[in-house]
């Protein structure tokens, strides 16, 4: 494995340098060629990666040591075990896709081969990040997925709003990472070393207290990185840039660290039984938060993105209550339904010259069936209708809470279970069913070009099949290959299988989802006069209103936060200018009048020095005269 885990990583580094330093004026297939090419590569090493992995091989090794002072030794490695085997799996094969469905996407846009540059820039990093064998190796690439978010989002930068949503997705991030920063310098303090073998094997001789404060700490960065409540607000914003970059943000990269770096730890969090309880709340709070939000947004785009704040906030309770397995399985089945609902939605984008409001859509699964078809197959797999992959993670995490007797986490999240089920249908009869509500004369809606729609199709039937490895629940191949990752939790428990709780379990979590389904379909297809929801928007004006608003986050965090902000920087400008410079100026300004009104009496005629001299001696005299 040694001989070429280091490819994998260095494939996409090099396609970035060559397209960023050489693509320019070049042809589009090319920088495409190069920029696919290369996660192509990385993508079937990687299944040579996993296939070891899966016959006992693993890897913790150091390729080069980067910084050596006394006892502070830090090295650039990879450590690759069955986790790090399916998170390779699922960024290289998502983000082959992507990078195959931009070729239609983004043709002809000017700055094609610096979105060619990024994308596998951003595959790099977060490649890097996985395979990290240290925290401090983790901490760099995960800024570095941070820098690429922020040059992708902000890709249209000539878009204000473009700007705006990638500075945001920035500066809220660090906060996160702020905290995530000093968890990793605690964590160096605590145990002498940050490689992770070291760490996990020390665990158990620090305090309780002291690594519920380490891991807290990571945790905050975890909450920044993947939009978790209340750090959330950035992500419905990163919508801004191109709708690929959204879906491998969204699905395969960025906002998976975090989940990604809490499994990785959790050794460190089964410790800290306080920190996982935290982590199981506020997962709770953004399931629901992002679920409710999410069925009053018009944009097609939103509606995604917070459908993603909701799921990983699946993942993160997952995570909070042991069920580390349930949460990577969650995350595996989403990366390719939420991929392909974000290319579906790029299709329809596509389609609409550029139109992301729902309103202004209807009827579009005439003019195209592909998409429509595979954005309805990802929808039915979000909102979890068995036999399709979501119904299987989502299902085995809400089952483990009602198993493990949390009912209050059952009850929400099946909440937030029947929401998703009606925020996605509602999308899909705005979209697609009914009446057009566009004006033909000027629209013509069509069917992307099959360099797009390959790829939706490719992501269907990942949709479809890829729940079937967690099948039978708690007991299936994913279970099994990542137990000696998760040694503990609450999987380890159960002796899963189809037992008769576990049955009716799936039964009501198929009637939730179906409920929610016909629910919005008899609002927004069937539009049964009862359930109007302009009617419904007017008796429930306070929520709708609260819904519209996003619970005002972005409001209170303006007033409390930017404005504030700008306040002090105004009020220490002022200081700076007029107290400070003040001062300096007003010495420079005192010290050029008195040279002006002293050069003023060098005339240059001699009459006047005599005359000077005559009144000198006349007050020195009368000086002496009157001190007598």
């Given amino acids: 494995m040694e001989s070429y885990i280091w490819l994998i990583p260095l494939l996409p580094l090099a396609a970035f340098g060559f397209n960023f330093f050489f693509g320019k004026g070049r042809s589009e297939p090319l920088i495409t060629i190069i920029a696919a090419g290369s996660v192509a590569l990385s993508f079937l090493l990687s299944i040579l990666v996993f296939l070891q992995v899966g016959s006992g091989t693993h890897l913790d090794w150091n390729l080069y040591t980067w910084i050596d002072s006394g006892n502070f030794d830090i090295s650039i490695g990879f450590y690759v075990d069955e986790l790090a085997a399916i998170m390779l799996l699922v960024v290289t094969g998502v983000s082959l896709l992507v990078h195959i469905y931009s070729r239609g996407y983004m043709h002809g846009d000017p700055g094609y081969y610096r979105f060619f540059a990024y994308l596998p820039l951003f595959t790099f990093s977060m490649l890097m990040l996985v395979l990290a064998n240290n925290f401090l190796q983790l901490y760099f690439f995960w800024e570095a997925v941070g820098l690429c978010s922020y040059l992708l989002i902000g890709f249209w930068y000539e878009r204000p709003s473009a700007s705006f949503a990638a500075l945001k997705a920035f ?27 070291s760490v996990f094997e020390r665990a158990d001789t620090a305090s309780t207290s002291v690594l519920t404060a380490i891991t807290l700490l990571l945790f905050m960065g975890a909450m920044g990185k993947s939009a978790q409540w209340p750090l959330h607000v950035w992500l419905p914003d990163a919508m801004e840039g191109p709708t690929p970059v959204s879906a491998l943000i969204h699905a395969a990269t960025m906002v998976t660290a975090g989940v990604y ?11 800290a039984q306080g920190t996982l309880t935290i982590v199981a709340v506020v997962g709770l709070v953004t399931a629901l938060l992002g679920a409710t939000i999410g069925i009053v947004q018009n944009d097609i785009k939103r509606v995604m993105a917070y459908s993603t704040i909701s799921q990983l ?44 409001d729902m309103q202004k859509m209807g009827g579009l699964r005439r003019y195209m069936p592909h998409t429509f078809a595979t954005l309805t197959i990802g929808g039915l797999a979000l909102a979890g209708v068995p036999p399709l992959a979501g119904f299987w993670s989502k299902d085995e ?63 269907a039937a990942l949709s479809v099949v890829a729940g079937f490895v967690g099948v039978p629940p708690e007991n299936g191949f994913i279970h099994s290959f ?54 419904w928007g007017e008796r429930l004006s306070f929520v709708y209103r609260l819904l519209w608003n996003k619970y005002y986050f972005d409001d209170l965090y303006d007033v409390w936060f930017v404005r504030s902000t700008k306040a002090l920087g105004n009020a220490l ?35 006047n020095y005599a005359l000077m001299i005559c009144i000198g001696m ?10 007598r």
């Fill in 573 to 607: 400008w002022f200081v700076d200018s007029e107290g400070v410079d003040g001062a300096v100026n007003g010495v420079a300004k005192g010290v050029s009048i008195s040279s002006t009104l002293l050069r003023k009496i060098q005339t240059g005629f001699v009459g």
């Fill in 171 to 197: 500066l809220v991030n660090r906060v996160g990472d702020f905290g995530f920063g000093l968890g990793v310098i605690f964590t160096f303090v605590t145990f002498g070393t940050l490689s992770y073998a």
């Fill in 313 to 356: 906030g699946y993942m993160f309770f997952a995570l909070g209550i042991g069920a580390y397995v349930s949460a990577i399985f969650h995350l595996f089945t989403h990366a390719f339904f939420k991929a392909l609902l974000f290319l579906g939605a790029g299709s329809v984008m596509h389609a609409m010259n550029g139109e992301t």
């Fill in 482 to 535: 990542l137990s000696g990752v998760f040694e503990h939790g609450e999987e380890a428990a159960h002796a899963g299988g189809f037992s008769a709780e576990v049955l009716v379990l799936m039964a009501v979590a198929t009637l939730v989802a179906i409920a929610g389904i016909l629910l919005a379909l008899g609002v927004y297809y069937w539009q049964i006069p009862s359930l109007n929801p302009k009617v």
């Fill in 618 to 627: 006349v007050l020195v005299v009368a000086y002496l005269f009157f001190q």
């Fill in 261 to 271: 770096m809490v499994a990785r730890a959790n050794p460190l969090f089964e410790a």
């Fill in 397 to 459: 995490i809400l089952g483990t809470a009602f198993i493990d007797h949390k009912y209050w986490i059952y009850a929400l999240g099946t909440l937030a279970s029947f929401l998703t089920a009606f925020y996605i249908t509602r999308l899909i009869s705005l979209t697609f069913l009914g009446s057009p509500r566009f004006d033909e004369h000027e629209i013509h809606p069509h069917e992307s070009p099959s360099v797009m729609t390959i790829p939706l199709w490719v992501l």
